[in-house]
């Protein structure tokens, strides 16, 4: 039901980052760990994210996201933990959002993003909540592969690549489970 929705959609979608002015159906993107709290004192937005992954192949992700319980996006990933993922969004209505969450695979994914600006480009901040509070990443879309970004004083390692940071593994596999999984290795 959810493919043939997208079928039939336009797929042509407005880029995340506004500055780069063009519209594209490409997520060009970097993750990294965030060190310390500076980034805040420049936050110049956020918004509330709730979202939960329908279904999940080898291939593809299927996603729905509610925004400051306002809005929300139905939005199919390729599953590539490159640098490189095709991604299209779709509006739906909030109630549909939430119809569709009831429908969810595992657990829901609940953060914070904040919109941060650095160099000439906006980073977004999430700090996560729910079964994945206490981690934070930062993420950086970019106009192509090979752009050069000054990194802000707060960036910690860079985690692009790393399937265990993506948010459709920490909704199957939560932050906190880590914690727990790390401290029992530890004790052994």
Same mark, same amino acid.
């Given at each position: 039901?959810?493919f043939a929705l997208a ?14 002015? %063009? ?6 993107? @970097?993750?990294?760990?965030? @060190? ?13 994210? @709730? &979202? ?13 996201? *509610? ?11 390729? #599953?590539?933990?490159? !640098? %490189? ?10 109630? $549909? ?7 969810? @695979?595992?657990? *829901? ?9 650095? =160099? ?5 901040? $999430? ?5 994945? &509070? ?5 993420? *950086? ?14 960036? =910690?390692?860079?985690?692009? =690549? ?5 948010? =459709?593994?920490? +909704?199957?596999?939560?932050? #906190?489970?880590? !914690?727990?999984?790390? +401290? +029992?290795?530890?004790?052994?």
């Amino acid at each position: 039901m959810v493919f043939a929705l997208a079928i039939w959609i336009s797929t042509s979608q407005d880029c995340h980052n506004p500055k780069f002015g %063009r519209k594209m159906s490409l997520e060009i993107e @970097r993750k990294f760990l965030v @060190r310390s709290d500076a980034w805040r004192k420049s936050v110049i937005r956020h918004t509330k994210i @709730r &979202q939960a992954y329908l279904d999940s192949t080898a291939k593809v992700s299927i996603r729905v996201r *509610i925004k400051d319980d306002s809005s929300a996006i139905l939005t199919l990933k390729s #599953r590539s933990s490159k !640098l %490189r993922r095709r991604e299209f969004e779709y509006a739906i209505p909030t109630l $549909d959002a939430e119809e569709l969450i009831s429908l969810r @695979r595992s657990y *829901i994914i609940e953060k914070v993003r904040h919109i941060v600006p650095y =160099g000439n480009l906006n980073w977004e901040v $999430d700090v996560f909540s729910g079964e994945n &509070q206490g981690l934070i990443v930062a993420e *950086i879309e970019l106009p192509d592969e090979n752009h050069q970004i000054e990194l802000p004083p707060w960036i =910690g390692p860079e985690v692009t =690549g790393q399937d265990r940071y993506y948010n =459709g593994t920490l +909704a199957q596999h939560p932050y #906190r489970s880590w !914690l727990h999984h790390d +401290a +029992a290795v530890a004790a052994e």
